[in-house]
């Protein structure tokens, strides 16, 4: 098994920067790729950017030039530093980790959620 536990989250004004943090615990050989993903009300989990294990980066056309996504790999943790934040950013934030256990097993694991909320 394989935890992450997401952090960060919290109420900021419009223009405001926050950062989210996620760390991974567990038995697990290798951690691919890393993504951060969010769920608005009333809408779509969406992904907002993803890091491969070789650090290839990839980023929703609605948060390119914001957002930056970076990965520690001896701390097992994933981070989203968010800039120039807008009310459209407001959601729940979810991280998620393609890992590899032992014996080759591979799946997707997914953290509890953070929420981030942007004021007007």
């Known amino acids: 098994q394989v935890h992450l536990v997401e952090s960060g989250g919290g109420l900021v004004q419009a223009g405001g920067s926050l950062r989210l943090s996620c760390e991974a615990s567990g038995s697990f050989v290798s951690i691919n790729n890393m993504a951060w993903h969010r769920r608005a009300p009333g809408k779509s989990r969406e992904v907002v950017a993803q890091i491969t294990g070789e650090n290839s980066l990839n980023y929703a056309d609605s948060v390119k030039g914001r957002f930056t996504i970076a990965r520690d790999n001896g701390r097992n943790t994933v981070y989203l530093q968010m800039s120039s934040l807008k009310p459209e950013d407001t959601a729940v934030y979810y991280c998620?980790?393609?890992?590899?256990?032992?014996?080759?097993?591979?799946?997707?694991?997914w953290g509890q959620g953070t929420q981030v909320t942007v004021s007007s």
């Open positions: 998620s980790a393609h890992v590899t256990l032992p014996g080759n097993y591979q799946y997707t694991s």
